[in-house]
């Protein structure tokens, strides 16, 4: 068996993925786990039961790196285990399965019905040398399009839409939303967080977490969760509008009752922070959303820290994005990921038209359509 690498090392974006706290998976149950992946819900639900959650941990733990559930129900690593560790142990794994790990190898396409076209990147006297390889099964999982940098540059879409294979546009999901902040917000807010909030788009759902306001717009975990909404409300033409509730564990009434005690001579600032505790840089979030905040009636004040309309004028750009929606559609494989029109050739990971939140959803994805495309192949060579 052969893997070949494109980049230098191997898994580059999977050690970009752990920066952020190496979330490998989550704890959820597991049909709740699956309606994170949305449309593709009940397929992502057969990829679990093959390859769950306890199975990934299993095998993390058989590779020496134990795991732990977050008070979040996220999966980690204990703390003496960073993902390069992971990473090292699982490569070590490979190697003494006979696995011949070939990196700066590019993948240029096919060559007749099952051969690889590939080129050495290698400095040396073979740089640049193009070879054929007829191998008696293939997985491909060359990635999205986002992080460029470590190799998921999408450059292989069109060689697979070349030979008909229906690849979905890629579009960024997990990012942030821009909002078109005035200069004296930029200025006076920067990047500061909001806790304990909760978004919504338009009149979806709300997503409780926490979130930053940035010069660009908004970030975070919710924010992200959202974002294959906002990407639909900004496809429609219709208004795309995060909707922020400053106090998502109070009612309306609740609010207007704290809002109604005497104010005294407390500022605006003053009035937020003694009865509601919100952060200093509530007011000017207000009053950028409407100008007149601070002279609004108790109930008009409630209902508009329940709901702050933040209206989007796009998404960050996709190489900022944490993953992408897009990639082959499900309809160009058979049940065992395998191309239909290229027999032999299976697919897993972001190279799939699928999309999850952060949260363990997205590595998990790779790990669950990595270990089906394996079963595939493997009965397929049989």
């Known amino acids: 068996m052969?893997?070949?690498?494109?980049?230098?090392?191997?898994?580059?974006?999977?050690l970009v993925a752990g920066h952020g706290g190496f979330n490998l998976s989550n704890a959820e149950e597991l049909s709740r786990f699956a309606s994170r992946y949305g449309a593709e819900s009940s397929r992502f639900a057969q990829l679990l039961g093959h390859f769950s959650p306890l199975d990934l941990r299993a095998w993390a733990a058989d590779l020496g790196i134990e795991t732990f559930v977050g008070t979040s129900?996220?999966?980690?690593?204990?703390?003496?285990?960073?993902?390069a560790d992971l990473l090292r142990a699982w490569l070590r794994r490979l190697q003494t399965l006979g696995v011949e790990i070939h990196t700066r190898h590019r993948w240029l396409?096919?060559?007749?019905p099952t051969g690889l076209r590939l080129r050495d990147e290698n400095p040396g006297p073979d740089a640049g040398r193009e070879f054929v390889l007829e191998p008696a099964a293939t997985v491909l999982a060359l990635g999205g399009a986002s992080w460029a940098k470590t190799g998921s540059d999408g450059a292989w879409a069109p060689l697979l839409q070349a030979l008909g294979v229906?690849?979905?546009p890629f579009a960024p999901s997990n990012c942030g939303a821009e909002v078109n902040w005035s200069d004296f917000f930029i200025q006076k807010i920067g990047r500061t967080p909001l806790k304990n909030i909760a978004l919504r788009v338009n009149h979806g759902p709300e997503v409780r977490g926490e979130i930053m306001l940035t010069e660009y717009g908004v970030e975070g975990t919710p924010v992200y969760t959202l974002t294959p909404q906002l990407r639909a409300a900004l496809a429609s033409d219709g208004p795309a509008v995060l909707h922020l509730n400053l106090k998502p564990d109070l009612t309306a009434e609740a609010l207007r009752q704290k809002l109604s005690q005497p104010r005294g001579k407390a500022s605006f600032s003053d009035l937020l922070k003694k009865t509601l505790s919100l952060s200093p840089a509530v007011p000017t979030l207000l009053r950028e959303s409407y100008s007149e905040a601070a002279t609004l009636a108790p109930a008009a004040l409630a209902e508009l820290l329940r709901a702050v309309p933040l209206t989007v004028a796009g998404l960050r750009p996709?190489?900022?994005a944490i993953s992408t929606a897009?990639?082959?559609?499900?309809?160009?494989?058979?049940?065992?990921?395998?191309?239909?029109?290229?027999?032999?050739?299976?697919?897993?990971?972001e190279m799939?038209?699928?999309?999850?939140?952060?949260?363990?959803?997205?590595?998990?994805?790779?790990?669950?359509?990595g270990a089906w495309a394996a079963r595939g192949m493997l009965d397929f060579i049989k």
């Open 109 to 112: 396409g096919f060559a007749g």
């Open 73 to 83: 129900g996220r999966i980690f690593p204990v703390a003496a285990h960073k993902p």
């Open 352 to 369: 799939l038209d699928w999309e999850a939140p952060t949260g363990g959803y997205l590595l998990q994805g790779c790990f669950s359509t």
């Open 166 to 168: 229906p690849v979905t």
């Open 326 to 349: 897009g990639g082959i559609a499900f309809a160009a494989l058979d049940e065992h990921l395998m191309l239909r029109q290229q027999p032999g050739i299976f697919v897993a990971g």
């Open 318 to 320: 996709l190489d900022e």
């Open 2 to 14: 052969q893997l070949f690498e494109a980049q230098a090392t191997v898994g580059r974006k999977f």
